[in-house]
Antibody, heavy 123, light 107 residues
């Protein structure tokens, strides 16, 4: 069974940093791209960042570019999102998501999602 | 960025009704579109991928169609467990973009 277990959320002051993690199991982690998607309270879904299976291809939403960094450790079956210079508008529930297409970074849906981790940015 | 315009933003329907949700892309995206269901307090769940392919384990009352710029999600014979918010997501290009969501409520 595919499982994505997230950790690392919490309350942080504006301008500070936070690192989210997503531990994967139940599939060959190194074969799949991974993504982060967030949802502000009461709002819709927003794609944040994605990383290919071998970390060669990485993408970010304009809203986080230059502040967030995605990374993965295929030996530890985990993906991370380092969030720096956090702003109140970054406050959201963050989900990690696995793609459905083996080896694909493009043109593939998200077939499994983590449980979500809440990031609160407030002084 | 590709804009995804989803409609309606909400709808009320009864158990047994057929409902249709549409998504329009600001440019052609072939069939690179998925539909996701989200229930309160839960992570989204994929229903349809590649515009019309039913995800494994998803009931056959869910169907998708379209290509290019216009897409539809149809739920035939709405069930109590289908009351949720639905999103389209284009996976044709980056940044990935979602529709605004459609909340399906009980009439």
């Amino acid at each position: 069974e595919v499982q994505l277990v997230q950790s690392g959320g919490g309350l942080v002051q504006p301008g500070r940093s936070l690192r989210l993690s997503c531990a994967a199991s139940g599939f060959t982690f190194g074969d799949y791209a991974m993504h982060w998607v967030r949802q502000a309270p009461g709002k819709g879904l927003e794609w944040v960042s994605g990383i290919s299976w071998n970390s060669d291809t990485i993408g970010y939403a304009d809203s986080v570019k230059g502040r967030f960094t995605i990374s993965r450790d295929n030996a530890k079956n985990s993906v991370h999102l380092q969030m720096n210079s956090l702003r109140p508008e970054d406050m959201a529930l963050y989900y990690c998501a696995k793609v459905g297409g083996l080896g694909s970074y493009y043109n593939t849906h998200f077939d499994h999602w983590g449980q979500g981790t809440l990031v609160t940015v407030s002084s | 960025a590709i804009q995804m315009t989803q409609s309606p933003s909400s709808l009320s329907a009864s158990v047994g009704d057929s409902v249709t949700i549409t998504c329009r892309a600001s440019q052609g995206i072939r069939n690179d579109l998925g539909w996701y269901q989200q229930k309160p307090g839960k992570a989204p769940k994929v229903l349809i991928y590649a515009a019309s392919s039913l995800q494994s384990g998803v009931p056959s009352r869910f169907s998708g169609s379209g290509s290019g710029t216009d897409f539809t999600l149809t739920i035939s014979s709405l069930q109590p467990e289908d009351f949720a918010t639905y999103y389209c997501l284009q996976d044709y290009d980056y940044p990935r973009t979602f529709g605004q969501g459609t909340k399906v409520e009980i009439k």
